[in-house]
């Protein structure tokens, strides 16, 4: 249902490390989203993308960067990790007017 | 400041008795709301939602009320099922907004004891 994959599943990256995550979809909705998810706090949101080639910030985008070059992949970087970046990362899709679908998350560990 | 509260972080209800999960929310702009429930080492998956210009949805066992006077939804599990444990998070936004942007609250984890 969801229709969206993660890679890698987890990940330990020493600080200072330059790490991609990857998100694809299979539904060729335009709208996709990244969260964090850190224990006690939710789910916050960290950039979007309405549509291929445009991107915007959410709540917490200081130390990522996202990029939209085709519909189906929305991938977040992270240019130089720390360890408060350590979590769980989920990439989402929008389908429909409202309803986000979720992939199965990266946790990452920034040591 | 806190858009979208779960005051409660936890909640354990006996099998067969019915779960109220509750969530208020301070910003009225906000006219769609979702619950989505989460397993751990998964993504949290949609459950059910509500349109402000309805007070009430019903899914099978899940039902979700809207009180826009008090902003304040709850959703109701009957019966409860020990499936059912998971961490519940409320979501709000707004529907005018463009990129439809989700405020989640903290989350409520459910245990239902067998």
């Known amino acids: 249902i969801a229709g969206i994959t993660q890679a890698p599943t987890s990940q330990i990256l020493a600080a200072g490390r330059r790490m991609t995550l990857r998100c694809t979809q299979d539904?060729?909705?335009?709208?996709m989203y990244w969260y964090r998810q850190d224990l006690g706090l939710g789910l916050r949101l960290i950039h979007y993308?309405?549509?291929?080639?445009?991107?915007g910030k959410g709540e917490v985008p200081d130390g990522y960067s996202v990029s939209r070059a085709n519909t189906d992949d929305f991938p977040l970087t992270l240019a130089s990790a720390v360890p408060s970046q350590t979590s769980v990362y989920f990439c989402a899709r929008l389908a429909g007017e409202d309803t986000q679908y979720f992939g199965p998350g990266t946790r990452l560990t920034v040591l | 400041d806190q858009q979208v509260k779960q005051n409660s972080p936890s909640l354990s209800v006996q099998e067969g008795r019915i779960s109220i999960l509750n969530c208020d929310y301070t910003n009225s702009m906000f006219d769609y709301f979702l619950w989505y429930k989460k397993y751990p080492a998964e993504g949290p998956t949609f459950l059910i939602s509500i349109s402000s210009i309805k007070d009430k949805n019903e899914d099978g066992r899940f039902t979700v009320f809207l009180n826009k006077s008090a902003k304040h939804l709850s959703l109701h599990i009957v019966p409860s099922q020990p499936g059912d444990s998971a961490v519940y998070f409320c979501?709000?936004?707004?529907?005018?907004?463009?990129?439809?942007?989700?405020?989640f609250g903290k989350g409520t984890r459910l245990s239902v004891i067998a």
């Open positions: 979501a709000a936004t707004y529907r005018n907004s463009g990129n439809t942007p989700l405020v």
């Open positions: 539904m060729r909705h335009n709208a």
């Open positions: 993308s309405n549509t291929a080639g445009t991107t």
